[in-house]
């Protein structure tokens, strides 16, 4: 099977149907463990990105937070919600099918605290430093979640 080739359908297809131009394929062994469109559009879910789905399906059917030995198709270069799964998830390979110069005259998706041109820098800024404000509130019982985790894991 072309898994290139089946990514890209799945993402035309996702177009016919009102989503957005993205899908990922997962592959191990020659054969498919997951597939999926983007279905941000259709579901009003900002975190139902192709890549996400995909590996959430891979790693169900799999029994596994790892995809070892897979390779996972893409058609756009990852965003970084994505390419953080994606470096979780641990695969062999990402094969990304266009770069965003390439796409950006034909797609846009800028929100408030997202632009394509700058949003990887973003996460190279300290947390104070980001577009999108955050605090860091610290809790006297928070660290306790990590020391029970710790005792209950001592092999981790």
Request: proline share 6%; charged share 20%; net charge negative.
């Amino acid at each position: 099977m072309d898994f290139a080739q089946r990514t890209v359908d799945i993402a035309r297809q996702n177009v016919m149907e009102g989503g957005r131009p993205f899908a990922t394929v997962i592959a191990r062994d020659g054969q498919v463990l997951a597939e999926s469109p983007n279905l941000v559009a259709q579901t009003n879910d900002p975190t139902a990105h192709a890549e996400i789905l995909a590996i959430r399906a891979a790693c169900t059917a799999v029994g596994s937070e790892h995809l070892t030995g897979a390779t996972i198709y893409v058609l756009a270069h990852p965003c970084p919600m994505c390419l953080g799964s994606l470096y979780y998830c641990s695969p062999d390979s990402v094969v990304f099918l266009t770069q965003r110069d390439e796409y950006a005259t034909y797609y846009q998706d800028n929100r408030k605290y997202f632009e394509l041109a700058t949003f990887y820098d973003e996460f190279g800024k300290s947390w104070q430093d980001r577009r999108l404000p955050m605090q860091h509130q610290p809790h006297p019982d928070a660290l306790g979640v990590y020391q029970l985790w710790q005792e209950r894991n001592p092999d981790a």
